[in-house]
């Protein structure tokens, strides 16, 4: 069977040799006060740093989930207001985390399958206010520092791969609000398109993802990458005597990383095998796997361009991932669903209301290109015995 799943997905070829490996070398039964899981751990961060091209003042942190590092985030940097461009489930729940944190945060939201329009974000979106019922505009052609945003914001949240809807947002409009909002400390959810996007980390303060979508390895495992001025804000709050949480608030983190430890008994396991993943990235090379996975793509939107019912839910091809391929399905998910299973493949439904309606195909460099063609020549034969039944 081959997982086409948004995450969990199909494990990077590597990973059944490697978790051998680490049984052989008691690698599960390591303490994590011993010099062999610093050595692990330090290895770790220099590979992330060299695959992701992280800056060195940067501080990596590992937690268990993308989720986790959404609360962890919103704790540790914000004492009110933050701000989300919601576009779907995941960048969602990183405004309601904010929410049940107890903070006040604003909402920036278009319709799912849709991206933002950064154009005329600061003359036309209406920023809603849930906790008094109030809307107004963005004041942003205004001076940055008397924008609505800017005076109230402490952090500005992002989610660059919608995985609900397969939409894609552009960094460079990101890095342009960074740019006019220097004030501003960003986050950055990148949960299913790393390693494949490329990220300029200087122009951003947060930015998170976990190990069981682009990386192909079981979950378990969450990195925050973090900027000196996050950091900084964090510690500051909590010198203030203001929440930033316990165990894994960011000074604990920081604490504990810079022996190349953990507060807690972490998942040693994983930590290793993203290692080992990493090594197998840096040697196929990372220009490698984003062409790879952008050619994948091709081939899976053109196929689908050209079909008759089952087009790309995104319709404005700038806003596609390369990533996260969500396809409608107007005859219904599950029969596809189903008929593939047979034939040894399994695709992700849609996700929430969208279950029936839209099925997603996840492109991962665990996926060959071998992997794709063969899907696509399942999806002919299926849908040709469908056209034929009618
Ligand atoms: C999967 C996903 C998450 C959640 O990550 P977990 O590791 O499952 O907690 C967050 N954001 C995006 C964009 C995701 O795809």
């Known amino acids: 069977m081959i997982y086409f799943t948004p995450g969990p997905s199909q494990l990077y070829p590597t990973v059944k040799q490697h978790i051998t490996q680490a049984l052989e070398d008691g690698i599960p039964s390591l303490s994590h ?3 062999a899981f610093h050595d692990i751990v330090k290895q770790t961060y220099d590979d ?26 919103i704790e540790n940097c914000v004492d009110e207001r933050s701000i989300h461009f919601v576009n779907g489930a995941f960048s ?45 505009r963005l004041q942003m052609h205004e001076s940055a520092t008397r924008s609505g945003m800017t005076e109230e914001a402490e952090l500005i949240c992002f989610t660059h791969n919608e995985t609900s809807t397969g939409v894609a947002i552009d960094l460079d409009e990101v890095y342009k609000i960074k740019k006019q909002r220097p004030m501003n400390l960003i986050a950055l959810d990148i949960v299913s398109s790393a390693p ?8 951003l303060d947060c930015v998170f993802f976990s190990v ?30 203001k929440a930033v ?4 608030s960011f ?3 920081l604490e504990q990383a810079q022996k190349y430890q953990t507060v807690e008994t972490p998942n040693v396991l994983a930590i290793y095998l993203l290692n080992k993943v990493l090594k197998d990235m840096l040697e196929k090379g990372i220009d490698t796997i984003r062409k790879e996975t952008e050619r994948k793509a091709t081939l899976l939107y053109n196929f689908f361009d050209n079909h008759k019912t089952m087009k790309p839910f995104v319709t404005d091809k700038k806003n596609r991932s390369n990533t996260v391929i969500v396809i409608n399905t107007p005859q219904g998910s599950k029969e596809i669903i189903t008929q593939l299973k047979k034939n040894g493949s399994t695709v992700g439904a849609g996700y ?7 099925i997603r195909i996840a492109n991962f460099p665990a996926h060959s290109m071998g992997d794709i063609n063969q899907l696509l020549s399942q999806f002919k034969v299926i849908l040709a015995s469908e056209a034929e039944m009618k």
């Open 33 to 35: 006060r011993n010099a």
């Open 245 to 248: 949480g316990s165990y894994h």
């Open 48 to 73: 992330l740093r060299m695959l992701l091209n992280i800056p060195s003042d940067y501080h990596i942190f590992f937690v268990s989930s993308g989720t986790e590092a959404m609360e962890r985030i």
């Open 92 to 136: 969602k729940r990183f405004y309601d985390t904010a929410k049940e944190l107890r903070k006040r945060p604003e909402i920036i939201r278009v319709e799912p399958g849709q991206s933002f329009d950064f154009e005329s974000l600061y003359s036309k979106t209406e920023l809603s206010f849930p906790w008094t019922g109030e809307s107004r």
């Open 251 to 253: 000074p604990a983190m």
């Open 196 to 203: 494949y996007v490329s990220v300029d980390y200087s122009k």
């Open 352 to 358: 929430g209301d969208y279950k029936q309606t839209s």
């Open 212 to 241: 069981q979508k682009g990386f192909g390895l079981p979950a378990g495992l969450g990195i925050i990458i973090i900027s000196p001025r996050a950091m900084e804000k964090a510690q500051k709050r909590k010198a203030n005597g």
